[in-house]
């Protein structure tokens, strides 16, 4: 999953994807409803690339966890923010046995949960493989082009 253009900023509800950056902030369009809507550089703003959560081991960033919630869900919704924590923790516990839970709030959960939905309902939880399997596959092609051609230049000379 590729959270590289999407934002949290603090004080405003929902993601945001950068559009522009201008020469005071940027410019950032609402997941929610599609607002353009323009950010100084004063506001806390928060890449989700950029985020990670604490486990026993170390960090975890937050694209391969909600990878792992589109693996459990079958790149669909998962379960709602807004259940209890017991559940949400139950939940989180299934997606990510080893979190850190005296470092990770439910809160922390809840935003997570509710950042995976807002994703999945706008079509940005995509399965990448298929994607890396192609990129696989494109030097071979590229390869086997290259060897066509240097055939057909070999053959030019030799008539």
Same mark, same amino acid.
């Given at each position: 999953m590729n959270l590289e253009k999407i934002l949290a900023i603090s004080g405003k509800p929902g993601l945001y994807v950068l559009k522009v950056q201008t020469r005071t902030g940027f410019v950032a369009e609402s997941l929610l409803d599609g607002k353009k809507i323009t950010v100084n550089l004063k506001s806390n703003v928060s890449l989700l690339s950029e985020i990670s959560v604490y486990t026993y081991e170390g960090e975890?960033?937050?694209a391969e966890i909600m990878d792992k919630i589109a693996a459990k869900e079958s790149n =669909? !919704?998962?379960i709602s923010h807004?259940?209890?924590n017991a559940t949400l923790a139950a939940y989180f516990k299934e997606v990510l046995p080893d979190y850190d839970e005296e470092?990770?709030?439910p809160?922390?959960?809840?935003?997570?949960l509710n950042w995976y939905n807002m994703l999945e309902a706008k079509g940005l939880v995509v399965d990448e493989e298929p994607a890396? =399997? !192609?990129a696989e596959e494109t030097p071979a092609v590229v390869e086997?082009?290259?060897v066509a051609e240097k055939t057909k230049k070999?053959?030019?000379v030799k008539e």
């Open positions: 975890k960033p937050l =669909g !919704a998962a807004k259940e209890d470092r990770v709030y809160s922390d959960i809840k935003k997570i890396a =399997g !192609a086997e082009e290259a070999a053959k030019k």
